[in-house]
């Protein structure tokens, strides 16, 4: 029999109780043993409710108990989390989290710890919920030299930008009908600004190339200022805009970037719509490989974080390897990347070209008479903004992905 | 150091020589320590190449050395990979391998052996190519009481029918073109007959359930009577037609199947086209899960089998812990699973109604006057094949999968 404690009784903590509950018999085979949840830490009281009973709203309960030997973090934020995370694992023993904020800003940090002390912090829920991304990058993709990791990894935005897209709603309206669904927050800047999505790739990127990505040296965009037309634009030349954490390996070094992109069917994440997350990692012998499933959601999101608990029990006194080193990954701009660009522009398509090179896909809409949308060829963000940002002509433009078959 | 050998030197041979070479030191970093290839076994000779120099046409080179921790099997077929790997695991050697035929057909005896001598029978490759669907079975969906898995697991026929959608192709236009392509072998037999795709179903449902599944057991049903008016009438009711292997778990116990199928855009794997390979993973915490790469081809096959070799490298002198057991799994016959059916019907939708209750999606193809295809509600395939069998107006009719949302 392993012991386990679960440090806030939330959506996914509470969604931690009850899939080791339904799941019992089937985790107890799988790891050799049973797991009992020994303490349930949280501040409130759950009066008639399963937990009752191991309920304790005191740390050092947890803290002090030898025989329990695996902790679920749920509590999430920075504060306690983290001093609780790190007294645990100093007591030698494993902690299992969902908390992507506590991952990105002290990744490093426990995970050094952890090996100090032959135990594991564990954060396969913290990037895309309920696909196990963390483990493919950890244990499965490990013959190859990754090149790129690109997802939708934010369910919030990605629902919204669905909904904008499906039902014509403009962003105001998409936004409110997610609060109201619960598919977003009263205050929704951590999703909708991208800061949610960027604390997700800085993780993924530094497990994908073994340095350290620090969450805040990565130009994040969000969704806030896409519009109806710029929808309407992007079915025209056969595209969706997805919000996109992205970072790849190119001659010179890594860049990463969250940012909203016009992407086409060439892509397996075009067709990722709703509250669904899906990543693609590329490696350099496997080719393209995509993951896809629930990016949030409290069973989802536990399943994930009890496979980890699993993981734990059935390495007693052994830290599971990683490749995450405390080694700072510096990035390239991500302004040197070349790429081409959607551009609205109130101009002839004949004007365009002589600002902008050839170009191509040119489209109007109907109630925009007054402009005319095309796509760049490959060109350096850098030299197309110097271009873009003196012509007044260019009223909005986006990032279009790269178009995979035309280059490989 | 870690020494390992190559047995068979073809196309997924060549590739773990190639990955292990050329992503050398981010393996050894990963690994812990660096993996060197002390033999390949072929009886071919390979004059010039890169293996020249550690080429052995005698197995017991391998089998007699104790340096020689790892051994990749990527001959193929069961004779005599089956002597060879069982005296391997004898041995106290670990073994890594793409075959499916042997896995399929002797993996419970071997994966016994490996156990009571301390070591790993590991077949990454052999389901889906470079999709690490196994590892994802084994040690990342651990919470999860599996309810579903479904693939299209052969990347051959999914060409061929994804070029017959495509270009309005048949069947033996489409075949000849893939033959000429290196996509079918000249006697696609195990391919278009839906075998291979059935190995692969069994050895992903034995790890899935717990108990193995015997590949002989399960219905299969290839494409090669798949026509052109088949596919167009599929897409007249927003469907494609693919070669699915899929089993589920139902109250009563586990069914499983492979055969050509309509499927709609509700489900992830519609739009997987060409020789990609995806699978599709239901658990009862985690809801749907999806995984896609390419399911065959020399590298990202290899990179699967390398990612064993890392694993038994990390591993040494344990078993790798997973949920196959012996004991045998017992299937529900396949014919008492109810579901759509489609149907291609030479009379009136009033008479097909008299037949089989409510139909629906009922359309007709212009250039086939003389009938309708429409599709049936849920029906028990014993009861539909009752009805339908008596029936001289029913000309053909093929399996429509479950509409998810419909149902849940």
Redesign the interface.
């Known amino acids: 029999m392993a012991y386990a404690a679960v440090m806030g009784y939330g959506t996914v903590g509470a969604?931690v109780v009850?899939?080791?509950t339904?799941?019992r018999e089937?985790?107890a085979?799988?790891?050799?043993e049973e797991i009992d949840i020994r303490y349930v830490l949280d501040l409130r009281e759950f009066p008639g409710s399963p937990v009752e009973k191991i309920l304790t709203h005191d740390f050092s309960d947890i803290l002090n108990d030898p025989e329990v030997s695996v902790v679920v973090e749920t509590m999430g934020g920075l504060k306690p989390a983290y001093e609780f995370t790190k007294q645990l694992l100093l007591a030698g023993k494993s902690v299992c989290t969902s908390n992507k904020e506590l991952v990105a800003e002290h990744g490093v940090e426990l995970m050094k710890i952890a090996r100090e002390n032959n135990v594991n912090y564990l954060f396969?829920a913290s990037c895309g919920g309920?696909?196990?991304i963390i483990?493919?990058l950890n244990?499965?993709?490990?013959?190859?030299?990754i090149e790129e990791v690109t997802g939708i990894l934010n369910g919030t935005t990605n629902y919204i930008l669905t909904s904008m897209t499906e039902q014509g709603k403009d962003f105001g309206q998409a936004l409110a009908e997610a609060q109201e669904k619960g598919y977003a927050e009263l205050h929704p800047e951590a999703d909708v600004e991208g800061w949610d999505a960027c604390r997700k790739i800085a993780i993924l990127s530094s497990l994908a190339y073994?340095k350290h990505v620090p969450y805040g040296m990565i130009r994040t965009e969000g969704i806030t200022s896409v519009d109806k037309t710029d929808i309407a634009y992007a079915e025209k030349i056969g595209c969706r805009i997805k919000l996109l954490a992205t970072s790849r390996r190119e001659k010179e070094g890594i860049w990463a970037l969250v940012t909203p992109m016009m992407i086409g069917k060439e892509n397996?994440l075009t067709?990722v719509d709703g509250v669904m997350n899906a990543v693609m990692v590329k490696?350099?012998?496997?080719?393209?490989?995509?993951?896809?499933?629930?990016g949030a959601?409290s069973?989802?999101t536990?399943?994930?974080v009890?496979?980890d608990?699993?993981?734990c029990v059935?390495h007693p006194g052994k830290t599971i390897?990683n490749?995450y080193s405390g080694e700072l990954q510096e990035l390239l701009p991500a302004d040197e990347i070349a790429r081409p660009f959607f551009v609205r522009y109130t101009g002839t398509p004949e004007e365009a070209e002589k600002t902008f090179g050839k170009i191509s896909d040119v489209v109007a809409l109907p109630d925009h008479p007054e402009e005319i949308g095309f796509l760049t060829g490959m060109i350096a963000e850098k030299t197309f903004r110097e271009l873009a940002g003196g012509d007044p002509r260019v009223k909005r433009w986006f990032r279009r992905g790269k178009n995979e078959e035309a280059e490989e």
Chains 1, 2 share one sequence.
């Open positions: 969604g009850q899939v080791l339904m799941n089937i985790i085979r799988r790891t050799g396969e309920g696909i196990p483990r493919v244990s499965s993709l490990t013959a190859e030299r073994g397996p067709a490696g350099n012998a496997v080719g393209t490989t995509m993951y896809y499933g629930s959601g069973l989802p536990a399943s994930a009890v496979g608990v699993i993981d059935k390897r490749d």
